[in-house]
Structure formats: structure tokens, C-alpha cells
């Protein structure tokens, strides 16, 4: 005899079709983003590596390195800005510049008045 669990009670729910539309957008990122910040607690692994988040480190007035970065967007005595994938980092200050940059990380040198973080832009 061969029977089956109503639709209902299936361990899975109903697939897929005119009753029910599968997960899509922005809520499967977020469940994948909370999955992966769980999975890093965990396992005892730094955000910024499994995440793609930022780190960011001043030293003293003088200087400011920013890991996992996406780009350069501004570059001035006064102002740099740095895009980092959830949006930009501002650096103001005086006599500003690159003094090292390569595709993980950027540091800038000058006197370092304040920083501004902003979302949006995300990466390029």
C-alpha cells in the first residue's frame, strides 16, 4: 500500500507553482548574508574576510588604511574617498594623498582630521 503526506504537512512545503512563487531578491541575499555572519561567529573567522567588510585603521592624525576596498572615487588635498562595497569612506583632512595602493587595500597619508562613512554606491 503506498501512501503520501498531504501537501500541507510535507516536509518542505508545496514546490514551486501557481500558488506559491519561489524565494527570490533581496530576502535570499539577507538570509545568506545572516547564514554567513553566523557561520563566522562560529567559526571564529574575522567579518571582513567572509563578509567583504571593510577594516579600517588610523594611525595616529597621519594615517588611514582601508582593506577591501573597491576603488579610489576621489582624490584631493582636502578629501579622499574610498569606495568599500557597502558604500564610501570619506577621509578629510589637509595635504591628503595615496601613498599605497593595491587591489585589497589603500593607504592614505596627511593630516587626518575626521572620517565619514556613507552608504550607497556599493561596489562598481
Given at each position: 500500500m503506498e501512501w503520501a503526506l498531504p501537501a500541507s504537512r510535507h516536509?518542505?512545503?508545496p514546490g514551486p507553482g501557481p500558488d506559491r512563487e519561489p524565494p527570490s531578491g533581496r530576502g535570499t541575499e539577507d538570509n545568506l548574508r545572516a547564514w554567513a555572519e553566523r557561520a563566522a561567529g562560529w567559526l571564529d573567522l574575522p567579518g571582513e574576510a567572509v563578509l567583504s567588510l571593510p577594516k579600517v585603521t588610523v594611525i595616529g592624525f597621519r594615517q588611514v588604511h582601508v582593506?577591501?576596498?573597491r576603488g579610489?572615487?576621489?582624490i584631493?588635498?582636502?578629501q579622499v574617498q574610498?569606495?568599500?562595497p557597502q558604500g564610501v569612506i570619506t577621509i578629510h583632512g589637509q595635504k591628503l594623498a595615496i601613498g599605497?595602493?593595491?587591489r585589497d587595500w589603500v593607504v592614505v597619508d596627511g593630516l587626518v582630521e575626521h572620517l565619514d562613512f556613507g552608504q550607497g554606491g556599493g561596489p562598481r
Amino acid at each position: 500500500m503506498e501512501w503520501a503526506l498531504p501537501a500541507s504537512r510535507h516536509r518542505n512545503g508545496p514546490g514551486p507553482g501557481p500558488d506559491r512563487e519561489p524565494p527570490s531578491g533581496r530576502g535570499t541575499e539577507d538570509n545568506l548574508r545572516a547564514w554567513a555572519e553566523r557561520a563566522a561567529g562560529w567559526l571564529d573567522l574575522p567579518g571582513e574576510a567572509v563578509l567583504s567588510l571593510p577594516k579600517v585603521t588610523v594611525i595616529g592624525f597621519r594615517q588611514v588604511h582601508v582593506e577591501n576596498h573597491r576603488g579610489v572615487a576621489k582624490i584631493a588635498p582636502e578629501q579622499v574617498q574610498v569606495r568599500v562595497p557597502q558604500g564610501v569612506i570619506t577621509i578629510h583632512g589637509q595635504k591628503l594623498a595615496i601613498g599605497a595602493i593595491s587591489r585589497d587595500w589603500v593607504v592614505v597619508d596627511g593630516l587626518v582630521e575626521h572620517l565619514d562613512f556613507g552608504q550607497g554606491g556599493g561596489p562598481r
